[in-house]
């Protein structure tokens, strides 16, 4: 049998297998969808309706919202593989693990990340963002959830079988890159600058990010197998 | 196939097996035998590269000459006490979704599920299926693809003397194929088989 067929058909059978598992319990893709509706709608209730003032925060608020909606969606990633045996029979197989981490860690942004995108679609109406910089944040989110979910899946594996606050505290300060990134791509887009300088940091810290990250969330896991 | 000289693990400073010496050759059973926290779980989990922390030497050598030896574990299914069958999946999803059986066809399974009698519900959610049922998936595991080397954790637990019976056919089947067992378990099986009793490290 060709080896690199069996890799990649291991990485399928993770992905279809998370797929199906996500799609089952819908409550791993309807929580952070309604987190992030809900913390965006605060913000208008809180500092109240002035058009003028929303439509400067709103690209800020929807990029936080989406931090946070993704982080609390990833915590528990690893811990049902954890703890019914799934996890040994990744460490077992003679495939690559961080390809399997990768699966799973690719399947859940597609799970959670992307319906938050939408729902930043969405809430980006009600916030008056300015109109010409739609595009930007979808862009935008698109790499950010997704490195999100790397850095989540890393904390994850870390706090594994602890306390689920202490991965988002473990994770939240690495996001800082992130954000700056995507605000700075946000704040480029609405003074109407050429922000594809940004873009491209950014798709170079998911090009480092996906195999380091997946590496590093492999130790991780690794560190409760004593 | 597989030689263990001297292995000893500590944990937290506390022995918790010492001296243990085995030899697992092709079609070969051994079994071992131990109370609750005699460190089965352990010894299987250790020559997988789950605890990598131990004292001794073990050898793998895939060929047939005993002579290459390798470092690596190569060609080993391992099944754990829990049993990696996941409550939302059908048990045919539970069998299709496994190391074994992701290159298996549709009748592949079919044939399995016929043999290990759980045909009847393959459509259905494992959380609809009792603890014996879903062990018998698990057993659907092994035969859906043949390892030199099974590293089984108690598989006789929650089983009725039918399903008793049925691993015990099965084993033997495999054993004619070239497939080597080791398996813990708190009393000795009626399997044909070297037997090592972790308690009294006295070895029949």
């Known amino acids: ?194 922000y594809s300088g940004f873009l491209s940091i950014m798709g170079a810290m998911l090009a480092i990010g996906i195999p380091g990250l997946c590496l590093l969330t492999v130790e991780a896991i690794k560190l409760n197998y004593e | 196939m597989l030689k263990v000289v ?29 109370s609750n926290g005699s460190g089965k779980t352990t010894v299987l989990r250790l020559l997988l590269g789950l605890i990598p922390s131990f004292s001794g030497e073990i050898h793998w050598s895939t060929s047939q000459d005993s002579s290459k030896s390798e470092e690596n574990y190569t060609s080993c299914f391992y099944q754990g006490h829990q049993i990696g069958i996941k409550p939302l999946l059908t048990a045919y999803e539970n069998l299709k979704f496994s190391t074994s059986g992701f290159n298996s066809s549709d009748d592949e399974i079919a044939l399995v599920a016929k043999r290990v009698g759980i045909e009847g519900f393959l459509n259905r959610r494992s959380s609809d299926l009792s603890a014996g049922q879903k062990k018998r998936i698990a057993i659907g595991r092994w035969l859906l693809k043949d390892f030199n080397l099974y590293l089984l954790d108690e598989p006789f637990t929650a089983l009725d003397d039918k399903g008793v019976k049925l691993i015990e056919d099965i084993i033997a089947e495999m054993n004619s194929r070239g497939s080597s067992f080791l398996i813990t378990g708190h009393r000795p099986s009626r399997l044909k088989s070297h037997k090592i009793y972790l308690d009294q490290k006295n070895e029949r």
Not at chain 1, 24 to 34: F, G, K
Not at chain 2, 8 to 29: P, Q, T
Request: with cysteine.
């Open chain 1, 1 to 194: 049998m060709n080896d690199r067929n069996n890799t990649l058909d291991w990485f399928m059978l993770v992905m279809r297998r998370d797929l199906i598992l996500s799609f089952r319990r819908s409550a791993t893709y309807l929580t952070p969808l309604i987190f992030f509706l809900i913390v965006v709608t605060f913000f208008p209730l809180a500092l109240g309706p002035s058009q003028s003032l929303l439509s400067s925060l709103a690209a800020g608020i929807i990029w936080i919202s989406a931090l946070l909606s993704s982080l609390l969606a990833v915590e528990g990633i690893f811990s049902e593989d954890y703890q019914d045996g799934t996890m040994d029979q990744y460490f077992i197989s003679t495939e690559p693990v961080f390809v399997l981490i990768f699966a799973k860690v690719l399947c859940h942004w597609l799970v959670c990340g992307a319906p938050i995108i939408l729902a930043s679609i969405i809430s980006s109406l009600f916030l008056y963002l300015p109109s010409g910089v739609l595009f930007a944040l979808i862009e935008s989110l698109l790499m950010g959830t997704f490195f999100m979910s790397l850095l989540g899946a890393l904390g994850a594996a870390l706090a594994l079988g602890r306390s689920a606050i202490l991965s988002a505290i473990i994770v939240l300060p690495f996001s800082i890159p992130t954000l700056l990134m995507g605000t700075a791509i946000m704040t480029a887009a609405i003074n109407q600058q050429d």
């Open chain 2, 6 to 34: 001297n292995l000893e693990c500590h944990r937290s400073d506390e022995v918790i097996f010492k001296d243990l010496n085995f030899k697992i050759d092709r079609g070969d059973n051994l079994e071992i035998i131990g």
